[in-house]
């Protein structure tokens, strides 16, 4: 079976997406909509204590806590850029299929010695690649207990894997 070449520009650019699919969602997504949560708390009270500004005081708070997110991201972009993240190769040690719990839903995982990798549905993997485009249970399927991988980590956290029997990294493993 002919493996497919993965090289750094490829691993830099699946990082990349990875940091747009979770971060940036988090910073333009899950950030207003807590603000706007807190807003709705916040104007009523500050009708009955007319002399504390609650409202200015959460707009003050949230806007700090999303430049402070936006300034991890444009590190995390930094660190992609400048290649700080590491490669190693690890087995694939367990894996979680999806839960739903009544409202709540868990991404099925790879976990690795290093840490684990949630699989959310709506990214989609190697998206570069002809042969082997993957969504989560594409990925969960043709993973089995024993296959080597090169691991992603960047800042602790795992990015990005490439099972391979399926691919052969070009970057230098630890």
Not at 6 to 21: G, T, Y
Not at 143 to 168: E, P, Q, T
Request: net charge positive; with cysteine.
């Amino acid at each position: 079976m002919n493996r497919e070449q993965v090289s750094v520009e490829r691993i830099q650019q699946d990082i990349m997406k990875s940091v747009m699919f979770h971060d940036v969602c988090g910073a333009f997504v899950v950030i207003p909509v807590l603000w706007g949560c807190f807003m709705l708390i916040a104007l009523p009270l500050e009708l009955i204590f007319t002399s504390v500004p609650l409202g200015w005081i959460v707009t003050v708070i949230f806007l700090i806590l999303e430049l402070c997110y936006l300034a991890v991201i444009c590190g995390t972009l930094i660190c992609v850029k400048t290649l700080k993240f590491t490669v190693r190769t690890e087995t694939l040690a367990d894996k979680e299929e999806e839960k739903f719990r009544g409202r709540t839903y868990t991404p099925p995982r790879l976990r690795f010695r290093c840490g684990a990798m949630p699989l959310p549905r709506a990214q989609r993997y190697y998206s570069w690649s002809a042969a082997n485009l993957m969504n989560s249970r594409d990925l969960y399927n043709t993973s089995h207990l024993g296959d080597s991988f090169a691991v992603v980590m960047l800042w602790n956290k795992i990015r990005v894997i490439y099972n391979l029997d399926i691919f052969d990294v070009q970057y230098p493993h630890d």
